[in-house]
């Protein structure tokens, strides 16, 4: 545990850590895949990358169920359709967008075509 801070920071730092050196990896996989020459080390490298990917989201995963307000985010942010940055006004209330009561009605039906969408 780190000096003075609770269980629950430490375990947030950790996971913390963890994604930021998941991600590096990926990043450096990624590099020397595009610039590898012999082909099967070309496969291996982004076969490694893409492991790193599936490190990276499990810890994101942990950090969705554990961090309420990274949850949060996620839930607003993860799998919806437009503008990214159109979601933070939808989310905000800003530019016409729905009040905080209409905006869960408009987060879940936008939510639930996309699920729809990926049945299809
Ligand atoms: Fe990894």
Redesign the pocket.
């Known amino acids: 545990m780190l000096n003075g801070v609770s269980k629950k920071a430490t375990d947030l730092d950790f996971a913390i850590q963890s994604l930021k050196e ?1 991600l590096q ?1 990926v990043d450096d996989y990624n590099q020397r895949a595009e610039m590898a020459e012999d082909p099967e080390l070309k496969e291996i490298l982004i076969h490694n990358r893409n ?2 990917m599936e ?1 990276a989201v499990m810890v994101i995963e942990w950090m969705r169920r554990n961090e309420f307000e990274f949850g949060k985010e996620l839930e607003d942010y993860i799998f919806r359709q437009g503008k990214i940055v159109g979601i933070e006004a939808q989310v905000m209330g800003r530019d016409g967008a729905p009040s905080k009561g209409e905006e869960s009605k408009e987060l879940n039906k936008s939510r639930s075509l996309n699920i729809g969408s990926l049945k299809k």
């Open positions: 998941e990896a492991e790193e490190h």
